[in-house]
């Protein structure tokens, strides 16, 4: 029977699943223990108790303490969530104009030299941000724009990730309906607004799903541009709790993890299509 073939597939599967999902189920566990019951369980690690380690899969006396200090008593977080909420929807509301245009570009216009430049992009696309960030400080020093939102921002709305999703997507447009839309007096921009973006659109999303994924979790732009704490963004929050403040540290952590969640949640399956796209050969 082919089904009983398939069972150690799905063990395993299963079996990956739960390790990798089991450091997400503590942290949240963890966020629901006190201060004191934290010491106990991980008195080892944070210090100050010679004791074994003795993590613990449920707490003792589970108490949403950790969540009042955090949402109640500390200011810098709810400034750096809202750092975080200007510069991600800043950058994915400037990818969205500036990388749906020359995804269009790429995908619609014949011109020379388009296929080396797209390679360019290319590698732009792979390359790490500690190889473009010496050459990116100098250039937001000459614009006067360190310590400041837009020395996050700027660069990452030019980042080439998005064109490349965009660009499978428009690329595998008909022609044909771009050729009808023309018969019927419609300009080039008609056609990219009122085709290319509502055909296009399951790209567009994956492509700004993925990056704020990227962005919303991103620490090394603001530790390289940024240099007042008031401008950081969330992600720089966790590096500065104490160790005496670990459950307030678990429960930042779940707080910070729920946007990317429910964000990954909700556009899945144009995540799946973007994934799908950016495997198709040209």
């Known amino acids: ?31 629901l223990m006190g201060p004191q019951e934290m ?12 004791e074994k380690l003795s993590a613990r899969l449920l707490p003792v006396y589970p108490t949403l ?4 200090e955090l949402l109640l008593d500390s200011p810098d977080f709810f400034v750096m969530f809202w750092n975080s909420v200007k510069q991600v929807f800043s950058i994915l509301l400037g990818q969205t104009i500036v990388g749906t245009m020359a995804a269009w570009a790429f995908a619609r216009y014949e011109f020379r030299g388009r ?17 473009t960030m010496v050459s990116s400080y100098l250039v937001l020093s000459k614009l006067a724009l360190l310590d400041t939102h837009l020395a996050v921002i700027f660069p990452a709305i030019f980042s080439t990730f998005p064109v490349f999703i965009m660009e499978k997507f428009f690329r595998a447009i008909p022609r044909e309906v771009f050729e009808a839309a023309r018969m019927d007096g419609a300009g080039e921009f008609i056609c990219f607004l009122r085709i290319g973006i509502p055909l296009g659109s399951p790209g567009i999303i994956a492509a700004l799903i993925l990056n704020f994924l990227e962005y919303w979790n991103g620490m090394e732009a603001p530790m390289t541009f940024l240099r007042t704490k008031s401008k950081f963004p969330l992600s720089l929050y966790l590096p500065e709790i ?3 403040q670990m459950s307030v540290a678990f429960a930042a952590s779940v707080v910070m993890l729920l946007p990317a969640v429910l964000g990954f949640m909700w556009g899945r399956d144009y995540l799946q299509k973007g994934i799908e796209a950016s495997g198709l050969k040209e």
């Open 242 to 244: 104490t160790t005496e």
């Open 65 to 68: 303490k950790p969540y009042v």
């Open 115 to 131: 296929k080396p430049l797209f390679l360019l992009y290319m590698i732009l696309m792979v390359m790490p941000f500690q190889v």
């Open 1 to 31: 029977m082919k089904w009983r073939k398939s069972i150690p597939i799905y063990v395993i599967l299963c079996a990956l699943g739960l390790i990798m999902i089991l450091p997400v189920f503590m942290m949240v566990l963890n966020s």
């Open 39 to 50: 010491k106990e369980a991980y008195g080892a690690v944070l210090g100050g108790n010679m």
